[in-house]
């Protein structure tokens, strides 16, 4: 089992920049699949960020070059930086650790608004 936690959403204009975290606790942190996934409303979950275990990234290409995953094991932690943000960024972001199955935060909320 594997509790997600995360923060660092909130309300931002265009062009701004947010940095969501993830804190996980339960189990062996370094060994799952950390991403990123988001839902906009009327939409399904997609995945937006992807860090492996041995530190492979992978983005969508909506957020390629303006994202950054990245992962600090001995904290247990997965962190996505948010920079050039736009109005279709707007989601519930949510935290996922896979292996084998998956795991889930609850999501933070991420607007942006001009």
């Known amino acids: 089992q594997v509790q997600l936690v995360e923060s660092g959403g909130g309300l931002v204009q265009p062009g701004g920049s947010l940095r969501l975290s993830c804190a996980a606790s339960?189990?062996?942190?370094?060994?799952?699949?950390m991403g990123w996934y988001r839902q906009a409303p009327g939409k399904e979950r997609e995945l937006v960020a992807q860090?492996?275990?041995?530190?492979?990234?992978y983005y969508a290409d909506s957020v390629k070059g303006r994202f950054t995953i990245s992962r600090d094991n001995a904290r247990n932690t997965v962190y996505l930086q948010m920079n050039s943000l736009k109005p279709e960024d707007t989601a519930v972001y949510y935290c996922?650790?896979?292996?084998?199955?998956?795991?889930w935060g609850r999501g933070t909320q991420v607007t942006v608004f001009s």
């Open positions: 996922n650790a896979r292996l084998v199955v998956d795991f």
């Open positions: 339960g189990s062996d942190f370094s060994v799952f699949v």
């Open positions: 860090a492996t275990s041995g530190g492979r990234t």
